[in-house]
């Protein structure tokens, strides 16, 4: 990697986490960075099979599952940090992930090694699966309403059912997860108080509510014996959308984030009112950029997917005050 690591207190870095998935993402990225196969390739002995090779040829059905789509969108932030880092991108004054994404940055800030956060993201994601069978679970996005009004309809509606707020990631958008029937429910309600759109997300576990709180129990152990350090950088964590460098208050947010919602709209407005104005997300997709904007239009949001994108990148990051 590049030796010269200039430090840029203007720029942030942030990682994507379920939802950002598809089949054949870093195939361009990969044709000129070796180190993206070779990341995915060191989660192969954790995982028990060809990470990369399922990314590239696998079904879509079987990437979007959590106990896989998890570890592999570890796997692919990681190889965009590496090759960020050999193309000679500036070091971030801080990070953070949406929802796994937060383990991915952790990882960038040298906090835990790849392959404990490989191994403990599959624990994570099977626990997950375990505790609501596929099926069981659902989580949908609300459009054109209010966090207040989101969080009323889920509590007119908890009696019958566990549903709540699960991701807070822009003005005008919040995730909703819980019981199935019981966010059925509440998409309804919504929609008679005046909700845009209600749209089901593709993923087999309602994560961040209350019902994931027994996996959260059941992964403490697995987070007790990883080994945390404090990260070059600080990483704002979803729980509290604030930084964390005591290796024990980082282990506490990891377990409890499990079952409490991401504050991912908090999280933007702290790093644009920290001093950063330009948030680079590495990692496939476009939805980290595309929220970024909605929350607050005055920064600067750039993805990095492909060379095309890392090279426009690094060129608007060049005229940063470094």
């Known amino acids: 990697m590049n030796d010269q690591v200039a430090l840029s207190e203007r720029l942030a870095v942030v990682f994507p986490g379920q939802g950002s998935q598809s089949v054949g993402m870093l ?46 969108m570890l796997l692919a932030g990681v190889a965009v940090w590496r090759a960020w880092q050999i193309a000679g991108g500036p070091q971030p004054a801080c990070a953070a992930g949406h929802s796994l994404g937060e383990y991915t940055a952790l990882v960038a800030a040298g906090a835990i090694t790849l392959q404990d956060a490989v191994r403990v993201v599959k624990e994570r994601a099977r626990l997950m699966q375990e505790t609501v069978p596929e099926g069981h679970g659902a989580m949908a996005v609300f459009l054109g309403l209010s966090e207040e009004a989101v969080q009323e309809i889920c509590e007119q509606v908890q009696p019958t059912g566990s549903v709540a707020p699960a991701n807070f990631n822009a003005p005008g958008q919040v995730v909703v997860g819980g019981l199935k029937t019981a966010v059925d429910q509440a998409g309804a309600l919504a929609k008679a108080k005046g909700c845009k759109r209600v749209v089901p997300v593709a993923m087999s576990v309602p994560s961040h509510c209350l019902l994931m709180e027994p996996a959260a129990q059941r992964l403490a152990p697995v987070l007790e014996a990883l080994k945390i350090h404090a990260p070059r950088f600080p990483v704002l964590n979803n729980l509290t959308a604030r930084p964390e460098v005591d290796p024990e208050k980082i282990r506490a947010a990891l377990q409890a984030q499990i079952y409490n919602p991401v504050l991912w709209t908090q999280t933007i407005r702290n790093l644009l009112s920290g001093g950063c104005d330009t948030v680079v997300v590495l990692g496939p997709g476009k939805v980290l950029t595309g929220l970024g904007k909605r929350i607050d239009r005055s920064g600067r949001f750039l993805g990095v997917e492909t060379p095309t994108e890392l090279n426009d990148c690094l060129e608007q990051c060049a005229a940063l005050e470094v």
Do not use: I, M, N
């Open 27 to 72: 195939s361009a990225l990969s044709e000129h960075f070796s180190c993206v196969e070779a990341t995915f390739a060191e989660g192969t002995d954790a995982l028990g099979y060809d990470a990369w090779l399922l990314v590239q040829t696998g079904a879509k059905d079987a990437l979007a599952r959590t106990q896989v789509t998890q570890p592999v």
